[in-house]
């Protein structure tokens, strides 16, 4: 009928080993980091006549899922106002501990020749309704260190943002966010 199978301890260690870095490595993948605009605060104006610049300090919450601490350089994210440039916001170099979250705050410029030149009616209409639509893109490239290998990353993140341009509060937010790791 049957043969008896011999027991091997050696073939049932080399199976829970595989097994065990099957897991490891299935836990450990990459996965997309989250942002979310907290809070967009008014920080001056600035009378460049005949327009006026403002200057904001935008609250990012940033989560990384990842087993390994990311580090990144400085970086500039783009701000859209009806797909035309409005303003740009400083990122600060650094670094974000493994499993963890952080609140960034960006320094931000909006152009009000730029806002005055190419979508003053839009502009006058979006503060009559209370409604902002912008949107914002940027690249951060960094390196992430796995036991004494480091792996440079580069994540892409777009935000789609309903702003009340009157209370500059954020009243509706999409965010996506793409992770690209480079293992060579």
Avoid at 155 to 181: A, G, K
Wanted: hydrophobic share 45%; with cysteine.
């Amino acid at each position: 009928m049957g043969k008896k199978v011999k027991w091997s301890w050696t073939s049932a260690l080399i199976g829970a080993a595989s097994a065990a870095a099957a897991t490891a490595v299935f836990l450990a993948r990459p996965k997309d980091p989250t942002f979310d605009i907290v809070s967009i605060g008014l920080t001056s104006f600035k009378l460049h006549p005949p327009v006026l610049d403002a200057e904001l300090l935008l609250t990012v919450h940033v989560t990384n899922p990842n087993v390994a601490p990311a580090h990144y350089p400085s970086a500039t994210v783009s701000i859209l106002y009806g797909g035309s440039p409005l303003g740009t916001a400083d990122v600060a170099a650094g670094s974000q501990p493994p499993r963890s979250c952080r609140l960034l705050r960006l320094p931000a410029r909006l152009d009000g020749l730029e806002l005055a030149r190419r979508h003053a009616g839009r502009f006058f209409a979006d503060v009559a309704r209370r409604e902002m639509v912008l949107d914002a893109e940027v690249d951060v490239a960094g390196v992430a260190r796995v036991l004494w290998w480091d792996h440079r990353f580069r994540v892409h993140v777009e935000s789609h943002v309903t702003v009340d341009p009157v209370f500059l509060d954020v009243i509706e937010q999409e965010n996506r966010s793409e992770l690209e790791v480079f293992l060579a």
